[in-house]
């Protein structure tokens, strides 16, 4: 079943995972992705987040995909944004989709990103 020599050439990352019973102060900073059901008391950098319904992050989130089920306290920027019926959001939220259920309660601004203008990086310099 499971074998060292078993090499197939594909990279399944863990999640890391903050259980409900922990309590992180501090920012957290994943290349990967994070399922959070604790509390976490600053910011959260990740590729994909998920906040489980119990959850409370009370900081920014910037991922490429961010799953808010708790409570959100601070602003979410990700490309996508998916928020449940369950979820909580007190800040702004900067995305390209966003899908949001019935009954999800959100207090602050929804601002679309375009896709074209986020790959931009415009320098603009004094002329002589």
Do not use: W
């Amino acid at each position: 079943m499971f074998s060292k020599n078993d090499r197939t050439g594909v990279e399944r990352a863990i999640p890391l995972i903050i259980g409900t019973s922990m309590k992180v102060s501090g920012d957290l900073d994943s290349e990967g992705s994070v399922q959070i059901e604790g509390i976490i008391q600053g910011d959260v950098r990740c590729t994909e987040v998920t906040v489980g319904n119990n959850a409370h992050v009370q900081g920014h989130i910037q991922a490429e995909i961010a799953n808010i089920h708790g409570t959100v306290t601070g602003e979410i920027r990700a490309t996508r944004v998916v928020l449940s019926a369950t979820a909580r959001v007190t800040g702004n939220i900067i995305h390209e989709e966003l899908s949001i259920d019935a009954g999800a309660y959100v207090e602050g601004q929804m601002m679309r990103r375009d896709i074209e203008q986020s790959r931009l990086n415009l320098v603009v310099g004094e002329t002589s």
